[in-house]
Antibody, heavy 123, light 107 residues
Framework: EVQLLESGGGLQQPGGSLRLSCVAS????????MNWVRQAPGKGLEWVGG????????YYADSVKGRFTISRDNSKDTLYLQMNNLRAEDTALYYC????????????????WGQGTLVTVSS | DIQLTQSPSSLSASVGDTVTITCQASHDISKSLSWYQQKPGKAPNLLIYDASNLETGVPSRFSGSGSETHFSFTISNLQPEDVATYYCHQYDNLPITFGQGTRLEIK
């Protein structure tokens, strides 16, 4: 059974940093691209970015480019989201999600999702 | 960026009804479109991928169709457990984008 468990969320002041983690199990982690998707309270889904299975390629939404960094440690089956220079508009539930099909990034939609970790940016 | 315009933004229907949601893409995305169901407090659940393929384990009363810029999603024989928000999602081009969502209620 595929499981994705996010952690690292919390309350942070504007301009601060947080690092989210997503521990994966139940599949061969390094063969799947992974995604971060967020959802602001009461709002819709927003793609944050993604990373290839090898970790060699990363992709970002314009809203986070230059502030957020996605990485993965395939030896630990763990995905990361380093969030710097946080803004109030980054307040959201952050989901990690595994692509449906193995292979290159973007060849399929996310199938498995974690339960999310809440990030609140406020002074 | 590819914009996805979903309609309606909300709808109310009765048990047993058939409902349809549409999703229009601002550019040709071939068939790289999926549909998600999200219930309150839960993560999204993939229902349809590649525009018309039913994900494993999803009831057959859910269906999808379309290509290029026009897509639709249909629920037949609506059930009380179908109350949720539904999103279309394109993965043809970066940045990946979602529709704004359709909130479905039961009358």
């Amino acid at each position: 059974e595929v499981q994705l468990l996010e952690s690292g969320g919390g309350l942070q002041q504007p301009g601060g940093s947080l690092r989210l983690s997503c521990v994966a199990s139940g599949f061969t982690f390094n063969t799947y691209a992974m995604n971060w998707v967020r959802q602001a309270p009461g709002k819709g889904l927003e793609w944050v970015g993604g990373i290839s299975g090898s970790g060699g390629s990363t992709y970002y939404a314009d809203s986070v480019k230059g502030r957020f960094t996605i990485s993965r440690d395939n030896s630990k089956d763990t995905l990361y989201l380093q969030m710097n220079n946080l803004r109030a508009e980054d307040t959201a539930l952050y989901y990690c999600a595994k692509d449906q099909r193995s292979g290159w990034y973007g060849n399929s939609p996310p199938l498995h999702w974690g339960q999310g970790t809440l990030v609140t940016v406020s002074s | 960026d590819i914009q996805l315009t979903q309609s309606p933004s909300s709808l109310s229907a009765s048990v047993g009804d058939t409902v349809t949601i549409t999703c229009q893409a601002s550019h040709d995305i071939s068939k790289s479109l999926s549909w998600y169901q999200q219930k309150p407090g839960k993560a999204p659940n993939l229902l349809i991928y590649d525009a018309s393929n039913l994900e494993t384990g999803v009831p057959s009363r859910f269906s999808g169709s379309g290509s290029e810029t026009h897509f639709s999603f249909t629920i037949s024989n609506l059930q009380p457990e179908d109350v949720a928000t539904y999103y279309c999602h394109q993965y043809d081009n970066l940045p990946i984008t979602f529709g704004q969502g359709t909130r479905l209620e039961i009358k």
